[in-house]
T-cell receptor, first 113, second 110 residues
Framework: KAGVTQTPRYLIKTRGQQVTLSCSPISGHRSVSWYQQTPGQGLQFLFEYFSETQRNKGNFPGRFSGRQFSNSRSEMNVSTLELGDSALYLC????????????FGSGTRLTVV | DQQVKQNSPSLSVQEGRISILNCDYTNSMFDYFLWYKKYPAEGPTFLISISSIKDKNEDGRFTVFLNKSAKHLSLHIVPSQPGDSAVYFCAAGGYQKVTFGTGTKLQVIP
């Protein structure tokens, strides 16, 4: 079966712009979580969506937002980009909870210049 | 507030020997723990998990040990193989939220 698909793989944006990243979970998975990975910080939890509702949220500013569609596909948006937003953004899906492990996508590498 | 800590950023082990990766956590409300492996340019891959009601879980060459009183878990890889060279993340979960550590880069030397 197809894995978690994230698009685009690479993105270069200018400070102050906004960006939208996309994630298509494994078919049948209803939970989608987003993580930011930066060197030395590990994976920082952004938010989780389940059945189109945000179920949990990490400690990121309001510039970071997301949504989930009825087909479980999810998008995350970052507005007013800052240099510090440069990171690998990972999407992970699971059936309902993460007890038995997420399946991660390959990530979107965002570079803000 | 780093609730899940991996204090060793890197570890080198000879092929065939045991690799032991360690992880400490602070929140006693976590009710399951997981280990992930990550190769460059790929997303993390789930390896093994353990419920808080157990103290050991084994899957092939991988064994995870949980010491709840010490709030410590470890991943043992026996025997270590060059293909195990990757970054390993431990994670702790509770109520739909999973918190990851900062990772340990394992290098298995042939």
């Amino acid at each position: 079966k197809a894995g978690v698909t994230q698009t685009p793989r690479y993105l270069i944006k200018t400070r102050g712009q906004q960006v939208t990243l996309s994630c298509s979970p494994i078919s049948g998975h209803r939970s989608v979580s987003w993580y930011q990975q930066t060197p030395g910080q590990g994976l920082q939890f952004l938010f989780e969506y389940f059945s189109e509702t945000q179920r949990n949220k990490g400690n990121f500013p309001g510039r970071f937002s997301g949504r989930q569609f009825s087909n479980s596909r999810s998008e995350m948006n970052v507005s007013t980009l800052e240099l510090g937003d440069s990171a690998l953004y990972l999407c992970a899906s699971s059936l309902a909870t993460a007890n038995y492990g997420y399946t991660f996508g390959s990530g979107t590498r965002l570079t803000v210049v | 507030d780093q609730q899940v800590k991996q204090n060793s950023p890197s570890l080198s082990v000879q092929e065939g020997r045991i690799s032991i990766l360690n992880c400490d956590y602070t929140n006693s409300m976590f009710d399951y723990f997981l280990w992930y492996k990550k190769y460059p340019a790929e997303g993390p891959t789930f390896l093994i998990s353990i419920s808080s009601i157990k103290d050991k879980n084994e899957d092939g060459r991988f064994t995870v040990f949980l010491n709840k009183s010490a709030k410590h878990l470890s991943l043992h890889i026996v025997p270590s193989q060059p293909g195990d060279s990757a970054v390993y993340f431990c994670a702790a979960g509770g109520y739909q939220k999973v918190t990851f550590g900062t990772g340990t880069k394992l290098q298995v030397i042939p």
